[in-house]
């Protein structure tokens, strides 16, 4: 037991909560770490949100983890902001330090990190689909690692115009423009694309469900990503398998993202295995 006179204490606000399996998740982290620290959620809505980092500072909570509708609307309860949560506007995960909020964006880390363990990425041609907030956030990470090329594919490309030109103005990336998506013509991807990152909700929930996308062109060295983690054996995931592509499903994501913002709080390295077998019994996958 700690001697403290106040226990050290993390939270999950967001606004629905209910099914979020963090909690759980980093509960289970702290304990496999023998950390005496406590993860609480509160549902929180957008009118809330200033008020509810008010009582994190003053109750001097280590750390916040944001879900929707929060992660593009804290910025300015903010004093600190890492270069991808500032360039993409998504921030997911709070630390405090000695009462500032410092904000940051892990779910473009964790991706770009399980990138680079599946094969280089530096000068490389990356494919996103979709342009909402997690396209963004791994955009931006992406953009400020070193790729080569982005390419959005999104159904309302013009949705991406801000976003091509935040992330050529404000990043190294040198190429980076917009491609439709529709379900009349099946988005063909270039044999030279190094990284496929659905980014869209397409297969939540639905694992037979399918995105209007062809991987005919694509290598067996071409890693696909996929962000929808329940089920994590997505249709995308599985065609990638069939033909042999390296692949990082949702579960692994929502856990490494997870993860870094364990670590970022407590200094202490997270156990990912303690961290995937309580997602799993949570989900009941």
């Known amino acids: 037991m700690s001697n403290q006179p106040q226990q050290d204490v993390c939270c999950l606000m967001g606004e629905p909560v209910a099914g979020n399996p963090t909690q759980y998740m980093l509960e289970q982290a702290f304990e496999a770490a023998r950390l005496d620290w406590r993860f609480l959620t509160f549902e929180v809505s957008a009118l809330e949100i200033e008020g509810a980092l008010r009582g994190a500072r003053i109750f001097d909570f280590h750390g916040v983890m944001l879900a929707p509708p929060h992660r593009s609307k ?32 892990t779910e473009g880390r964790a991706l770009r990190q399980l990138l ?78 190094q990284a496929v990152v659905n980014a869209t909700p397409v297969g939540s929930n639905d694992p037979s469900e399918r995105l209007p996308v062809s991987l005919d062109q694509l290598t067996k060295s071409t890693i696909v990503a996929d962000v929808v983690y329940n089920p994590p054996d997505t249709c995308l995931i599985r065609t990638a398998a069939s033909r042999e592509c390296p692949t990082i499903d949702g579960l692994t994501l929502l856990i490494e993202q997870a993860a870094l913002a364990f670590e970022i709080w407590t200094g202490a390295m997270a156990n990912r295995q303690v961290m995937r077998e309580a997602v799993e019994e949570f989900l009941v996958l």
């Open 74 to 105: 804290v910025q300015p309860y903010l004093e600190e902001l890492g270069d991808a949560a500032r360039i993409s506007g998504q921030v997911n995960c709070i630390q405090q330090i000695d009462g500032k909020l410092h904000g940051y964006n």
């Open 116 to 193: 680079e363990q599946a094969g280089a990425l530096q000068d490389a041609r990356v494919t996103i689909l979709g342009a909402g907030r997690l396209a963004r956030a791994i955009g931006a990470e992406l953009a400020l690692m070193g790729v080569g090329e982005l390419v959005f594919a999104c159904r309302q490309p013009e949705s991406a115009d801000t976003l091509v030109k935040t992330l050529l103005d404000e990043t190294p990336l040198k190429n980076c423009r917009v491609e439709p998506l529709t379900d009349e013509t099946p988005l063909v991807l270039d044999a030279e694309c």
